[in-house]
């Protein structure tokens, strides 16, 4: 039974953020998990910390990073695929709206038995990232054709290219 004086200590999005990196330390080989996966792996926590509720909600839209806020901003996950979920990497990009959206619980929010996760997340989850995109890197290329046209306008240029066309 959970300690009556840490029942609100530990966030709804937390939990979720506890649960998914459990699994991914847990099961290595996985790329991601089911929502429903994920839900299962913060009840069976339930021991240390309460399960509310709001865990089902969260995995699938608070702490999703690519998809847009509603009404939270968090970046603790992905959505790799409809249903699928993994924990977000510094490089991954994201909705826009969620720029500056918490990623990982705070140390001092976090129950000591799940201290170690976030060095693992900083040290192996993400090993190798150095930065955050601002932006999706498609939407990056918006106007670097520009110069095809130099200082013609779009219009001028493919009547330009057409002429003589019967």
Known sequence: MPDPDTKNAVKVADEVW???ALLHREQPGHTDFA?????????????????RPGVYV??????????PPNPGRYRMLIETAPGRRRLFRRSDSYHPNREGGKITPRSDEL???????LNWYNNHWNEGETSSPQEDPLLALRGSGKKIWGDEHADQYVRRLREGWE
């Open 111 to 117: 129950p000591p038995e799940y201290a170690g996760l």
């Open 18 to 20: 506890i649960a998914t």
């Open 35 to 51: 929502i429903d996966e994920i839900v299962e792996r913060a009840k069976k926590e339930a021991r240390k910390i309460p399960f």
């Open 58 to 67: 969260h995995v699938v839209q608070h702490c999703v990073a690519n998809r």
